[in-house]
């Protein structure tokens, strides 16, 4: 079957396109594949039909430590771009992850620095290796692709290694020639004994609760949305499901039908990069600064869903494929859950007259679940049928600990015993390509003000909506703002609704937090986009990447900073919204020894799209 031109690559595609690359260009032993993604289409390709489908390809070449690009026709089966980036680095792979593991647990050093600590059983040990900036690499490896690593200690077979950290103790290793460069060693500490399990059998002297009653979701007649191959419809919803290595889910072509025409509202939705800077500096933590799309993947990162415990009711489950090192696809079975859920109330009113009309609100949800190491970041696309669509991240998982002997560092919060968990922030870009009724739009700052008291306002009373649409990418640059509560409308003035005001969508900033970062911090050199809440930039096919293509080992933002240096137009043209949250993450003893969720979100609100509340014939309950 022909492949839509937005559908992820196939496997049997994965395996053409490395082929291409041995056979043409020598890739093979000595060289890593990154990342294959399919090289998507240029939009306006898309709409004139049967774009030619290629693959991107980021490569390793680990004799050389060189990156390349290449771009590989899939429908000719040839290379038709193949380029050396110096200087740069791919993601890191699952691959190097665990080779680095397999070579760092049997170096002397590392077991003769365990055995210092008592801890001689290695099948107890955990070792986490992560990528890290630039500033930070020991001067005399910098030309090398390194990772550091904390370790950590299961207190026996099954126990949650995050439970005990080894403090003090970090290990560089070069990922290339898989070899230990230096061991950096504080000496052991006298070590406390937190409680830090959460598997039922490890828990002392705790029984679970028996009290609560079976709750089952029953849909007898089956679920009421659609997926055909990845288009997915639902009470006027339609949406096209992608997946990748790097940003895991994607949602493209997200329209909503309307008077027998299907009116777009977005191009394509994904999280673009994601940042998490752990603000402690102490030796423990100072690398700590995670860029988990582009270092990692959340896509390569995904765990497989099951039924009953991550989704209840009719569910339908897309699998992933992705690949190795090698260039060999993998199933991620159960990747993306898609399902409807009861959403409590819609609508209401109690009238004396007409008595009540009530009606219950359902949604329609798209979601996948990454285990970054110890954390857990469940993604939620939901989509409602008031045309409104929610964006919820919930994360969990094991806080990053350690312990202290004398004065507690101010850095983090005591959740256990001499054991502290450091302050972070986890800053997520989402790409919002929106095509409010087309793609000519323009961005509206639209703030509150209360005008002063005076003889038009003697009460003080007047608030007036202010509405500054934003002209070039330097006004894009945009603050969230608590005083106005400002919110961002993407307008097209060539569409008008039955009122006569132009059609948009808003999006709404739920959990904006600021980056509080100096801008001489090599954190924020190395990803700029976090100085703001919102950028907004005139669509451009090659730009999908806010801290640029390649982060590992970047000292720069190659991405939003250096793009919109042009200052670009952005007002009636195609524009791509990069919206900045996350969670301020000040951890709580209540976080430990499992988190439970943070739950953060933003919305996109049709603002005039409709000419009315859209879900007025939504039908009552059965
Ligand atoms: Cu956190």
Same mark, same amino acid.
Request: aromatic content about 8%; charged content about 25%.
């Given at each position: 079957?022909?492949?839509?031109?937005?559908?992820p690559?196939?496997?049997?595609?994965?395996?053409?396109?490395?082929?291409?690359?041995?056979?043409?260009?020598?890739?093979?032993?000595?060289?890593?594949?990154a990342?294959?993604?399919?090289?998507?289409?240029?939009?306006g390709?898309?709409?004139a039909?049967?774009?030619?489908?290629?693959?991107?390809?980021?490569?390793?070449?680990?004799?050389?430590?060189?990156?390349?690009?290449?771009?590989?026709?899939?429908?000719?089966? +040839?290379?038709?771009?193949?380029? *050396?980036?110096?200087?740069?680095?791919p993601?890191?792979?699952?691959?190097?992850?665990?080779?680095?593991?397999? *070579?760092?647990?049997?170096?002397?050093?590392? /077991?003769?620095?365990?055995?210092? +600590?008592?801890?001689?059983?290695?099948?107890?040990?955990?070792?986490?290796?992560?990528?890290?900036?630039?500033h930070?690499?020991?001067?005399?490896?910098?030309?090398?692709?390194?990772?550091?690593?904390?370790v950590?200690?299961?207190?026996?077979?099954?126990?949650?290694?995050?439970?005990?950290?080894?403090?003090?103790?970090?290990?560089?290793?070069?990922?290339?020639?898989?070899?230990?460069?230096?061991?950096?060693?504080d000496?052991? /500490?006298?070590?406390?004994?937190?409680?830090?399990?959460?598997?039922?059998?490890?828990?002392? @002297? %705790?029984?679970?609760?028996?009290?609560l009653? +079976?709750?089952?979701?029953?849909?007898?007649?089956?679920?009421?949305?659609?997926?055909?191959?990845?288009?997915l419809?639902?009470?006027?919803?339609?949406?096209?499901?992608?997946?990748?290595?790097?940003?895991?889910?994607?949602?493209?072509?997200?329209?909503?039908?309307?008077?027998?025409?299907?009116?777009?509202?977005?191009?394509?939705?994904?999280?673009?990069?994601?940042?998490?800077?752990?603000?402690?500096?102490?030796?423990?933590? %100072? &690398?700590?600064?995670?860029f988990?799309?582009?270092?990692?993947?959340?896509?390569?990162?995904?765990?497989?869903?099951?039924?009953?415990?991550?989704?209840?009711?009719? /569910?339908?489950?897309?699998?992933?494929?992705?690949?190795?090192?090698?260039?060999?696809?993998?199933?991620?079975?159960?990747?993306?859950?898609?399902?409807?859920?009861?959403?409590?109330?819609?609508?209401?009113?109690?009238?004396? %007259?007409?008595?009540?009309?009530?009606?219950?609100?359902?949604?329609?949800?798209?979601?996948?679940h990454?285990?970054?190491?110890?954390?857990? !970041?469940?993604?939620?696309?939901?989509? !409602?049928?008031?045309?409104? /669509?929610?964006?919820?991240?919930?994360?969990?998982?094991?806080?990053?600990?350690?312990?202290?002997?004398?004065?507690?560092?101010?850095?983090?919060?005591?959740?256990?015993?001499?054991? !502290?968990?450091?302050?972070?922030?986890? $800053?997520?870009?989402?790409?919002?390509?929106?095509?409010?009724?087309?793609?000519?739009?323009?961005?509206?700052?639209?703030?509150?003000?209360?005008?002063?008291? @005076?003889?038009?306002?003697?009460?003080?009373?007047?608030?007036?909506?202010?509405?500054?649409?934003?002209?070039?990418?330097?006004?894009?640059?945009?603050?969230?703002?608590?005083?106005?509560? &400002?919110?961002?409308?993407?307008?097209?003035?060539?569409?008008?609704?039955?009122?006569?005001?132009?059609?948009?969508?808003?999006?709404?900033?739920? *959990?904006?937090?600021?980056?509080?970062l100096?801008?001489?911090?090599?954190?924020?050199?190395?990803?700029?986009?976090l100085?703001?809440?919102?950028?907004?930039?005139? !669509?451009?096919?090659?730009?999908?990447?806010?801290?640029?293509?390649?982060?590992?080992?970047?000292? %720069?933002?190659?991405?939003?900073?250096?793009?919109?240096?042009?200052?670009?137009?952005?007002?009636?043209?195609?524009?791509?919204?990069?919206?900045?949250?996350?969670?301020?993450?000040?951890?709580?003893?209540?976080?430990?020894?499992?988190m439970?969720?943070?739950?953060?979100?933003?919305?996109?609100?049709?603002?005039?799209? $409709?000419?009315?509340?859209?879900?007025?014939?939504? *039908?009552?309950?059965?």
């Amino acid at each position: 079957m022909t492949p839509h031109p937005l559908d992820p690559l196939s496997a049997d595609e994965i395996r053409l396109v490395a082929a291409a690359l041995r056979r043409e260009h020598g890739v093979g032993d000595g060289w890593r594949f990154a990342l294959i993604d399919l090289h998507e289409p240029e939009k306006g390709a898309l709409k004139a039909g049967g774009p030619p489908r290629e693959a991107v390809v980021h490569l390793w070449k680990r004799a050389d430590r060189m990156a390349h690009r290449a771009v590989v026709s899939i429908d000719d089966e +040839r290379v038709v771009a193949f380029e *050396a980036v110096p200087g740069a680095q791919p993601n890191v792979t699952i691959d190097e992850y665990h080779e680095a593991d397999v *070579a760092l647990r049997k170096d002397p050093r590392v /077991i003769e620095a365990l055995a210092a +600590r008592g801890i001689t059983d290695m099948d107890l040990v955990l070792i986490d290796t992560w990528a890290f900036g630039a500033h930070l690499l020991p001067e005399e490896h910098r030309d090398r692709r390194l990772g550091w690593a904390d370790v950590w200690r299961r207190a026996e077979h099954g126990a949650n290694p995050y439970a005990n950290p080894v403090t003090g103790l970090h290990l560089i290793v070069d990922m290339d020639a898989m070899e230990l460069v230096e061991i950096e060693d504080d000496g052991a /500490i006298d070590e406390p004994a937190p409680m830090g399990e959460y598997v039922p059998r490890l828990v002392p @002297g %705790q029984t679970q609760r028996s009290d609560l009653r +079976r709750y089952d979701v029953a849909q007898p007649d089956g679920a009421s949305f659609t997926l055909d191959g990845n288009l997915l419809t639902w009470q006027r919803w339609s949406l096209r499901v992608g997946f990748n290595g790097r940003e895991g889910l994607v949602l493209h072509t997200v329209g909503y039908e309307d008077g027998g025409r299907v009116r777009s509202v977005a191009h394509r939705m994904s999280f673009a990069e994601m940042v998490v800077p752990y603000r402690d500096p102490t030796t423990d933590h %100072q &690398r700590r600064t995670a860029f988990d799309i582009g270092e990692w993947g959340m896509g390569f990162m995904t765990t497989g869903l099951e039924l009953g415990c991550d989704c209840l009711g009719e /569910i339908a489950y897309l699998d992933a494929v992705l690949h190795d090192s090698a260039g060999e696809p993998y199933d991620i079975p159960n990747a993306i859950c898609i399902h409807e859920e009861d959403a409590g109330v819609l609508w209401k009113h109690v009238d004396e %007259q007409a008595g009540t009309e009530v009606r219950r609100m359902r949604r329609l949800v798209v979601s996948f679940h990454a285990t970054v190491a110890n954390y857990e !970041y469940l993604v939620y696309w939901r989509f !409602y049928e008031d045309g409104n /669509i929610e964006c919820e991240v919930r994360a969990t998982g094991i806080m990053v600990t350690t312990h202290f002997a004398g004065e507690q560092p101010p850095y983090g919060t005591l959740v256990d015993e001499r054991t !502290y968990a450091p302050t972070h922030q986890h $800053f997520i870009v989402a790409r919002l390509d929106l095509d409010a009724d087309g793609e000519e739009n323009t961005v509206v700052a639209s703030s509150s003000e209360a005008l002063p008291v @005076g003889p038009e306002n003697p009460h003080g009373l007047a608030v007036v909506q202010r509405s500054d649409p934003l002209r070039t990418e330097r006004a894009g640059m945009q603050d969230y703002d608590w005083a106005s509560q &400002r919110s961002w409308k993407v307008v097209n003035e060539r569409v008008r609704n039955g009122l006569g005001t132009p059609v948009g969508y808003k999006l709404v900033p739920g *959990a904006a937090i600021p980056p509080m970062l100096d801008p001489s911090s090599p954190v924020l050199q190395r990803a700029g986009v976090l100085a703001h809440t919102l950028w907004v930039t005139p !669509y451009e096919r090659g730009e999908r990447w806010p801290c640029g293509e390649l982060v590992v080992q970047a000292t %720069q933002d190659l991405g939003l900073p250096a793009w919109t240096i042009a200052d670009r137009p952005i007002a009636d043209t195609d524009v791509v919204l990069w919206y900045v949250f996350g969670i301020h993450h000040v951890t709580r003893p209540e976080d430990w020894p499992v988190m439970p969720v943070d739950t953060v979100s933003f919305w996109l609100k049709p603002v005039g799209f $409709f000419d009315r509340n859209p879900a007025l014939d939504v *039908a009552p309950p059965h």
